[in-house]
Structure formats: structure tokens, C-alpha cells
């Protein structure tokens, strides 16, 4: 049984945006060790997924307020 469900964003969108570009100069920069940088993917991976929930939220709001004004 799959009991997955959508995780809910904890971040503000800008927050989560603002942190993952710093990971991305981070991982970009090349200093940090191997293990350093999948540990830094890893939270990049959570912090776009956690845009992305705010992104589809934003995008099924914008929607439904179309669909209504029709």
C-alpha cells in the first residue's frame, strides 16, 4: 500500500528559491567534497519540489479563478 502523499511546503516559495540558488553557486563553485556536494543535492532536490508544489498551487488557483469568471 502507497500511503504517499503530497508534502505539504513548508518554506515560503522566495525562501525556498532563494536557498537553492545558493546551493546551485555552492555545487557550481566546485570547493566542497564529494560527500558535501550530494548532501547539497539532496537539499536542492527538496527546495525544487518544494517550489514546484508552490508553482502548481499558484497555477490550479489561477485556474480555478478562470474557470469561475467564465
Same mark, same amino acid.
Given at each position: 500500500?502507497?500511503? *504517499?502523499?503530497?508534502?505539504?511546503? *513548508?518554506?515560503?516559495?522566495?525562501?525556498? /528559491?532563494?536557498? &537553492?540558488? $545558493? +546551493?546551485?553557486? !555552492? @555545487?557550481?563553485?566546485? !570547493?566542497?567534497? &564529494?560527500? $558535501? %556536494?550530494?548532501?547539497? #543535492?539532496? /537539499?536542492?532536490?527538496?527546495?525544487?519540489? +518544494?517550489?514546484?508544489? #508552490? @508553482?502548481?498551487?499558484? *497555477?490550479?488557483?489561477?485556474? %480555478?479563478?478562470?474557470?469561475?469568471? *467564465?
Amino acid at each position: 500500500m502507497d500511503d *504517499k502523499k503530497p508534502s505539504e511546503p *513548508k518554506l515560503s516559495y522566495e525562501a525556498a /528559491r532563494d536557498e &537553492l540558488a $545558493e +546551493i546551485v553557486e !555552492s @555545487l557550481e563553485d566546485g !570547493s566542497a567534497s &564529494l560527500e $558535501e %556536494s550530494l548532501k547539497l #543535492w539532496e /537539499r536542492g532536490e527538496e527546495l525544487a519540489k +518544494i517550489c514546484q508544489e #508552490w @508553482l502548481d498551487g499558484a *497555477k490550479a488557483k489561477l485556474a %480555478s479563478v478562470k474557470k469561475e469568471s *467564465k
